[in-house]
C-alpha cells in the first residue's frame, strides 16, 4: 500500500528532471529525463595560482598561508532532455500542461545565465555563453558533439579568438555529423552573440535567447501534439 501510494504521489520538477534512487522497498525509484555532461575545455588549458595570506587580525597570533589553482578557459557544455520521461514523471501533477510549457524556457536560461556559486567572491566568473544551440528530435538519438575538439583548438597568431575558433570546430562537426548519420533532427535552434561565420547548414538563426526560447516553447508544444 505504501509503495503504490508513493507510485502516486506528484514529484517536484527538479525529481523529474534529475530522478531519483533510493534503496527502500516502500519507494520507487524515479528514471531521470535528462542528463548532464562534465564541461569540458576546447583547448589546452594553463592552470595558473593564486597565492595567499591570511591574518587574524585581532589576535595576531593564528595566520596561514595557501594556495588556490584556477584557470581560464571557453568551455563547451552538453545536456539531453528526454521530454517524453519528463511528462510520465509528471503525470500525477495537476499542473503538468504548465510545467511542460514552461519547462524548455526555464532550463534554457538556468543553464545559459547559472554559474557555479563556489570561488565567486574571490574569481567572479560570472559570464555569458557566446553560443547556445538546441535539438529537438522525435527520435531518441541524443548525440553530443564534444567530439569537435578531439583535436584542442589552436588561434596561434590568427586574430581569431578562441571562442570563435571553438564556434567554427563545432559547425563543422554539427555538418560533418548530419552528412555521414543523416539523424532525423525536427529542429535546430542557433543564438550566437558575436561569431561573424556560417552556422550549421541545418538551423533556425536567432539574434536573441528570448526568442529562441519562445521558439523552442511553441515546438516542444507542436511535437507533443504530433
Given at each position: ?18 530522478g ?10 524515479v ?15 594553463n ?56 519547462v ?34 522525435k ?52 543564438f ?21 526560447a ?13
Amino acid at each position: 500500500q505504501q509503495l503504490e501510494k508513493e507510485q502516486k504521489r506528484p514529484l517536484t520538477m527538479d525529481m523529474a528532471l534529475f530522478g531519483r534512487m533510493v534503496t527502500s522497498k516502500y519507494f520507487n525509484n524515479v528514471e531521470a529525463s535528462m542528463q548532464v555532461a562534465h564541461a569540458i575545455s576546447t583547448h589546452i588549458v594553463n592552470r595558473e595560482s593564486d597565492y595567499f595570506t591570511a591574518i587574524n587580525d585581532i589576535t595576531n597570533k593564528a595566520s596561514m598561508l595557501d594556495e588556490t589553482d584556477y584557470n581560464s578557459c571557453c568551455y563547451y557544455e552538453y545536456a539531453a532532455l528526454d521530454t517524453d520521461i519528463l511528462k510520465e514523471n509528471l503525470r500525477y501533477r495537476k499542473d503538468q500542461d504548465e510545467l511542460m510549457k514552461k519547462v524548455m524556457h526555464t532550463l534554457l536560461f538556468a543553464m545559459a545565465l547559472t554559474n557555479p556559486s563556489g570561488k565567486q567572491n574571490s574569481f567572479a566568473g560570472n559570464v555569458a555563453p557566446d553560443l547556445v544551440m538546441v535539438e529537438f528530435k522525435k527520435e531518441k538519438i541524443a548525440l553530443s558533439y564534444v567530439n569537435a575538439f578531439e583535436v584542442p583548438v589552436f588561434v596561434g597568431q590568427t586574430k581569431d579568438g578562441l571562442v570563435s575558433k571553438s564556434i567554427e570546430k563545432l559547425v563543422e562537426h554539427i555538418n560533418n555529423m548530419d552528412h555521414a548519420f543523416n539523424l532525423s533532427i525536427n529542429h535546430r535552434a542557433f543564438f550566437t552573440q558575436r561569431y561573424n561565420g556560417k552556422p550549421p547548414k541545418t538551423c533556425d538563426v536567432f539574434d536573441n535567447l528570448h526568442s529562441m526560447a519562445e521558439a523552442c516553447e511553441v515546438w516542444l508544444q507542436e511535437d507533443e501534439l504530433q
